[in-house]
């Protein structure tokens, strides 16, 4: 069983940056992808980044891509998303995920509870 615990996020302003973090717990994170999803209000959930377990792959929506960075700290269970040139579309609830990798929510098992990031125009 893993647990996810996501942090970091809060209220800022467009063109601002934001680093969010997950913390994992209960068993390593060997062969697992970390992903980031996020979920706007009456929006579905939607994939964000995604990482493999040595950090030497990454995947981005096109919404972000070249915006947003992910990366992972195996030896601390962590992974990260430094988050840059916020813009209002960027508010959501931010969700830490652990599984299979890939772009759908289905194939990731294990999720956080989620953090707010608001993006004021």
């Known amino acids: 069983q893993v647990q996810l615990v996501e942090s970091g996020g809060g209220l800022v302003q467009a063109g601002e940056s934001l680093r969010l973090s997950c913390a994992a717990s209960?068993?390593?994170?060997?062969?697992?992808?970390m992903g980031w999803f996020r979920q706007a209000p009456g929006k579905e959930r939607e994939f964000v980044a995604s990482i493999n377990y040595s950090g030497d792959y990454t995947d981005y929506a096109d919404a972000v891509k070249g915006r947003f960075t992910i990366s992972r700290a195996n030896a601390k269970n962590t992974v990260s998303l430094q988050m840059g040139s916020l813009i209002p579309e960027d508010t959501a609830v931010y969700y830490c995920t652990a599984g299979a990798g890939g772009r759908s929510a289905l194939r990731y098992g294990y999720w956080g509870q989620g953090t707010q990031v608001t993006v004021s125009s």
């Open positions: 209960g068993r390593t994170l060997s062969n697992y992808y």
